[in-house]
């Protein structure tokens, strides 16, 4: 069966640094797409970032470029998302997804089919 757990979520000061995991069982990360998206109270799910499965290409979020980098451990089994410079507006419960195709990621929700249960990040002084 196929599952994902987040972890790595927490406080942290604006200015801090957070590094999400995304742990795997039941597949390999490397035959599937991986995306990070994050919900806001009140708001819609957004997309964050993503990496493709078969050329390892990544997409960002306007909001988060230059800020979080996406990347895969394929030895773990894991996906994390590293995030700098935190700011209140990046407060938000994570999640990653997945989906088995090839070519270029997409941030859009509807493209995955599988979703881990998220991690909530709180960016506060």
């Known amino acids: 069966q196929l599952q994902l757990v987040e972890s790595g979520g927490g406080l942290v000061q604006p200015g801090g640094s957070l590094r999400l995991s995304c742990a795997a069982s039941g597949f390999t990360f490397h035959n599937y797409t991986i995306g990070w998206f994050r919900q806001a109270p009140g708001k819609e799910r957004e997309g964050v970032s993503c990496i493709s499965r078969s050329l390892g290409d990544t997409n960002y979020a306007n909001s988060v470029k230059g800020r979080f980098t996406i990347s895969r451990d394929v030895a773990k089994n894991t996906a994390n998302l590293q995030m700098n410079n935190l700011k209140p507006e990046d407060t938000a419960i994570y999640f990653c997804?997945?989906?088995?195709?090839?070519?270029?990621?997409?941030?859009?929700?509807?493209?995955?089919?599988?979703w881990g249960q998220g991690t909530r990040v709180i960016v506060s002084s």
């Open positions: 997804a997945v989906v088995s195709v090839r070519g270029p990621c997409l941030l859009r929700s509807g493209f995955y089919d599988y």
